[in-house]
């Protein structure tokens, strides 16, 4: 990434002399196209397009996060939300034109690095390049005298760069002997590595997204559910999920605890579970937040809880006490105020249709005839209900939700309010017809969610690539030297002219400064003593002309 | 788990006493750069070719005058002194709560703030020059702090449920990391953007030497800080966001998605990788790759203020009534 991209050659400058056959003009164009496709601008505009793709994605409510938030987006803007939703707009990040963004960018991607690759493993095998003909010309260079001779000379230097673990090549020139040498292959790697994992994640992601599923349910205590599609409440699968391929994994809710700190933070959630095969005995395990269950390829879930008040109903007609229960679902998790609905269409042949729409405090204080929630704890639990008889239209063919009354049923006149209270626990609502609601208790509740997603083990290990990648990329230099000796002026000694490239890491005078200090170190404890030293000798850096 | 209320208020004291001394530093700094190259005005006046003479750029504090370069280090002291007073609101947060004290976003915020000024005074220890641009980190410090103090403060309390598991330790801890080093290198990109708008100007005649901004590093010097930090802090970042993913595969029940932090998140990673190919690419290269970083800032800022006050996500833990 901070590795400019190898230079392209430029686009063939002169015209053919003859018309090119189709076909050739065809490859041409598509070469042309490749090209700019595969350039580092192009990844630039993609990265970006890739940015902005993603911004509505977070700006507008989105199918995959919550299709409640969606249709009150419907709701609140009837002409808008249509023409969103025809540009994909609640669902960016599987719309087409995301796909198409980031698919062009990994074939820029795949484009850039695999010749990249190619021209990496044949660097490998290939020594250091020659050394370039004015060596001053480079970023750090230096001249060191020696009283060696070039042979030798060109052995110290060696010696010293291949301790530091530089890969070196000498040469025989028209102009004499030099020296290439290179380190830090290992920071090309890393490159590659970074750019090749990124396509392993995303293709890892693709997998995972193919062949996963999850499904939610709400389960109360005591309660429990099998792995299969019919028995959850909302579920997604990936298009190569078949119906028979779910594992077979039931659970059971044994017990669910809720606890608070003094000032009502929510410390912890569990649910005591018990999950096998169907019919199965079953092993116990507690989950919760942060700690799900862990089966082989499944994982269990505990994401929500609520209550899920009991009432008896008792009909004027003589039949038994009817138990019914419906769990409510919480509207503020501060107080765990919970809203719901109890529907029971069949109570007997010569009785009405009979729902009550409900409120419930697990620690209810009533002001003005309200019913409000003040601690999320059962410590005083009650419900304020409105009972409706008539025509429920459950079997219009229309969903309706089952947490809630078809308002439509009530604006129509099918269904009519006959009575309203706020009921402790033991009390009784009594309708005029005589059918009695008594509030007998409640249950807890546990929101379960089931996953599958084969793909993220691997998506976990390419993201580790991705990062082991990058570190390489961004921490490792590389690293050439070269070094050419030439006959000192006065004679009798040798001038090396040492100079340095640099990719990455910055800095690198310093560092050039450092070697050649050690450089001219080792040189002089080499060298013959010698009586008088002539001027300019051993001295630092003195200003060596170069052939 | 009781919250020690007394430590709890030393914590919101010393909150105060590191605006103060921020403030302090800011002033310092002003005072190193407006009474820094006076002299050096001075003679470029006498020199004859003066106005051939290429753009000054200072070299540090050798060639400054003594009293000058006083204030440069008084700003450096009050930084670090600031840095530990402010290390300390974050300590006896943690003290009081008995956690790591990065449980709601006065206190994230507070954190990155910190990781800024320390990364920006270990630069500027390192390579005086960059005291320069003490004046341009330190006030928009102290802007995020009393925003901060005023708008994100939370009553020290316990952690939720959801928030109370060791990936606190690390996905946040290196969410402030990255957050803190990529503020350093937005400044920086912005800085370098000034500097090079003020040549520009005073190349075509518009503008004149001697302003705060000819005082700054030259502009290759910021430049190559705004990509050291940022390639620092790209990898930090890249680990937060997978740490985060590991995270939400336990506590969510997926490790990816697309919540708006999550997204926004990987916005800020895109644009970075954005800056760092920038930065090598003809065409882009300076100006354009600049532009890149401020608006990763950007991202970043908008990730932490609009995504957990006014979207409604699994992140929020903002605490802000």
Redesign the interface.
């Known amino acids: 990434?901070?590795?400019?991209?190898p230079p392209r050659e430029a686009a063939a400058p002169s015209p053919p002399p003859a018309r090119p056959s189709a076909g050739r003009r065809a490859w041409n164009l598509w070469v042309r196209w490749w090209r700019r496709l595969t350039a580092?601008?192009t990844?630039?505009i993609l990265?970006?397009l890739?940015?902005l793709a993603?911004?509505p994605?977070?700006?507008l409510p989105?199918r995959?996060?919550s299709q409640t938030n969606v249709a009150r987006y419907f709701a609140d803007h009837p002409t808008l939300a249509p023409v969103l939703d025809r540009l994909y707009l609640f669902d960016?990040?599987s719309s087409p034109w995301f796909a198409a963004v980031y698919l062009l960018l990994f074939i820029s991607l795949v484009g850039c690095v695999l010749p990249r690759a190619a021209e990496h493993f044949r660097a490998l095998r290939t020594p250091p390049p020659p050394a370039p003909r004015n060596l001053l010309r480079l970023p750090d260079s230096a001249g060191l005298q020696t009283r060696l001779d070039d042979a030798a000379a060109l052995d110290v230097v060696e010696e010293e760069l291949r301790v530091r673990r530089f890969r070196v090549v000498r040469r025989q020139t028209a102009a004499g002997p030099e020296l290439s040498a290179e380190k830090g292959y290992l920071k090309e790697a890393g490159n590659l590595v970074f750019h090749l994992s990124l396509v392993a994640l995303l293709l890892a992601?693709a997998g995972g997204k193919l062949w996963g599923y999850?499904g939610s349910v709400l389960v109360v205590e005591g309660g429990g559910f099998c792995n299969s599609f019919q028995n959850y409440d909302t579920y997604s699968a990936g298009p190569l999920v078949e119906g028979n391929d779910l594992s077979p994994l039931c659970v059971d809710l044994e017990d669910f605890q809720a606890e608070y700190?003094?000032?009502l933070?929510?410390?912890?959630?569990t649910a005591d579970i018990r999950y096998g095969g169907p019919g199965e005995e079953g092993t116990p395990q507690t989950i919760g937040?942060?700690?799900?269950l862990r089966t082989e390829g499944d994982?269990v879930?505990l994401?929500g809880h609520g209550y899920a008040p009991r009432f008896t109903v008792t009909t004027p007609d003589g039949q038994p006490p009817l138990d019914v229960s419906a769990p409510f679902l919480p509207t503020n998790p501060s107080t765990m105020a919970s809203e719901g609905a109890v529907k029971l269409p069949d109570l007997g042949a010569d009785q009405p249709q009979l729902a009550l729409q409900g409120f419930f405090a697990p620690t209810g204080v009533v002001q003005g005839g309200i019913l409000t929630s003040i601690d999320p704890r059962p410590l005083e639990p009650q419900v304020a209900l409105i009972a409706y008889q008539g025509y429920l239209g459950l079997d219009t063919g229309r969903p309706q939700s089952v947490y809630a009354i078809d308002q439509e049923q009530i604006a129509r006149g099918a269904l009519n309010e006959v009575g309203s209270a706020n009921l402790a626990l033991g009390e009784t609502l009594t309708l005029p017809d005589g059918t009695a609601i008594t509030f007998t208790g409640y249950d807890e509740f546990a929101a379960l969610?089931l996953?599958h997603?084969p793909g993220?083990v691997w998506?976990?290990g390419a993201?580790?690539a991705?990062?082991v990648g990058?570190?390489g990329m961004?921490l490792l230099r590389r690293e050439r030297v070269f070094a050419r000796p030439t006959a000192a002026p006065g004679g009798g000694g040798t001038v090396l002219t040492v100079g340095s490239l640099t990719r990455g890491g910055?800095e690198g005078g310093e560092r050039f400064a450092g070697l050649a200090d050690e450089l001219r170190a080792a040189l002089s404890a080499r060298a013959p003593a010698r009586p008088t030293p002539p001027a300019g000798g051993v001295s630092p850096d003195p200003e060596v002309p170069t052939p | 788990m009781t919250v020690d209320t007394t430590l709890a208020e030393l914590s919101d004291a010393l909150f105060s006493v590191s605006v103060g001394l921020y403030s302090l530093a800011v002033v310092a700094f002003c005072a190193q750069l407006a009474f820094g190259r006076r002299p050096a005005a001075a003679r470029e006046l006498v020199g004859a070719g003066a106005a051939a003479e290429p753009p000054a750029a200072p070299e540090g504090p050798a060639a400054e005058p003594p009293a000058v370069r006083r204030y440069g280090i008084a700003a450096m002291v009050l930084t670090v002194l600031g840095a530990l007073t402010h290390a300390g609101v974050l300590l006896f947060r943690g003290l009081a709560t008995d956690r790591l004290p990065w449980g709601n976003m006065y206190e994230f915020a507070t954190a990155v703030v910190l990781v800024a000024v320390v990364s920006f005074a270990v630069l500027a220890v390192r390579r005086p020059v960059l005291r320069h641009l003490g004046v341009f980190v330190m006030a928009p410090v102290v802007l995020a702090m009393v925003a901060i103090g005023l708008f994100l403060y939370a009553e020290a309390g316990p952690l939720v449920a959801a928030l109370r598991s060791s990936w606190l330790a690390v996905h946040v801890t290196t969410a402030i990391l990255g957050f803190g080093i990529f503020f350093v290198s937005g400044i920086a990109s912005v800085m370098y953007l000034l500097r090079l708008r003020h040549d520009a100007r005073v190349a075509e005649g518009t503008a004149e030497r001697g302003s705060l901004l000819d005082r700054l590093p030259a502009p290759a010097a910021i430049d190559r800080l705004a990509h050291r930090t940022a390639v620092f802090g790209f990898p930090i970042w890249t680990f937060a966001v997978i740490a985060g993913a590991i995270w939400a595969e336990s506590a969510w029940g997926r490790f990816w998605g697309w919540d708006p932090k999550e997204t926004w998140a990987f916005i800020a990673w895109v644009v970075y990788a954005a800056y760092l190919h920038a930065r090598t690419t003809a065409g882009w290269r300076g100006k354009g790759a600049a532009w890149v970083n401020v608006v990763g800032l950007g991202v970043m800022v908008f990730n932490l203020l609009y995504v957990n006050m006014v979207s409604t996500g699994l992140h929020s833990y903002a605490g802000v009534e």
């Not at chain 1, 933070?265 to 959630?269: E, G, K, L, R, Y």
């Not at chain 1, 937040?289 to 799900?292: L, S, W």
Request: glycine share 4%; charged share 15%; no cysteine.
């Open positions: 990434m901070t590795v400019t991209a580092m601008r990844a630039i990265l970006f890739l940015a993603a911004i994605g977070s700006l989105q995959s996060l960016v990040f992601l999850e700190e003094e000032n933070t929510a410390s912890s959630f937040v942060n700690d799900p994982r879930y994401t969610q996953s997603d993220q998506v976990l993201a580790i991705v990062l990058l570190l961004l910055g």
